[in-house]
């Protein structure tokens, strides 16, 4: 199968006291297997609403997502944690690390949900990283371009089909932006896995070879380099 994702028609509509608001706008899109998408917007325009209804984060008012040929919308909530878990990697803005446990367990984190807990793979993920150095240490010690590295390590550990990243480099100066940019395309590269990347940074952008623009909820371009 081609299309590791396909949207349809995707609203997501919230009722307040002022009326309906239209957050996302009837979205459809096609991703093949293998991409790195990149989705700019400006602040508001619906990235991030997208990209949870994508990962089963947040839930949608009508369309659909089809997810290696499956509507993943209409599973039940025992199955929609199983593909979180098992299929889609996330990275955040901030941080989404545990405070309370070290580096190694972080990363750990995934496999032990699962059930399976996986150290080794753990260690490898920060070696291959060039980070394990900080495996013992606590997450509010480190920096916040290591503590980005930390969290796709992190992501990677259940050997993910889809990362998606909401702004992984929005909290980071120019060099550690490349670097986490480095890392996001060499996974993308080197294990197929396929890559979403919310930002609002045109630098952000440049590196991807399919950039898809969002405005007031409606996909308004969606360019192929
Ligand atoms: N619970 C809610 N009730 C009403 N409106 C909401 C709710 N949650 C989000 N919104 C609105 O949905 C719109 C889209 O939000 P979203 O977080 O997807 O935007 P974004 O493009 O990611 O913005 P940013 O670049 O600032 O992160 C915003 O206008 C926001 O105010
Ligand atoms: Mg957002």
Redesign the pocket.
């Known amino acids: 199968m081609d299309n590791i994702l396909e949207i349809k028609n995707l609203t997501k509509v919230?009722n307040?006291a002022g009326g309906e608001?239209k957050?996302l706008d009837g979205v459809s899109l096609q991703v093949k297997k293998g991409k790195f998408i990149v989705f700019i917007?400006?602040?508001?325009?619906?990235?991030?609403?997208?990209l949870n209804i994508i990962g089963l984060l947040d839930k949608a008012t009508s369309g659909e997502v089809f997810f290696e040929g499956k509507d993943i919308l209409k599973l039940k909530e025992d199955k929609r944690a199983k593909l979180r878990l098992g299929k889609f990697g996330f990275v955040f803005q901030f941080d989404s690390l545990l405070p309370d446990f070290t580096v190694l367990e972080n990363v750990n984190m995934p496999s032990l949900l699962k059930g399976k807990s996986n150290f080794e793979r753990a260690k490898k993920l920060l070696a291959k990283f060039g980070i394990e150095a900080l495996s013992d240490k606590m997450p509010p010690s480190i920096s916040g371009g290591e503590k980005q590295r930390v969290a796709i390590a992190r992501a990677l550990m259940n050997s993910p089909k889809l990362l998606l990243a909401d702004?992984p480099t929005g909290n980071l100066d120019n060099e550690n932006s490349a670097e986490v940019m480095k890392l996001l395309k060499a996974m993308n590269e080197e294990y197929g896995i396929t890559v979403l990347i919310?930002t609002?940074s045109d630098a952000v952008a440049e590196q991807a070879r399919r950039v898809i623009s969002?405005a007031d909820g409606k996909i308004t371009s969606d360019r192929r380099k």
Do not use: A, F, R, W
């Open positions: 919230y307040d608001i957050v917007g400006p602040s508001g325009s619906g990235k991030s609403t997208l702004e919310v609002h969002i």
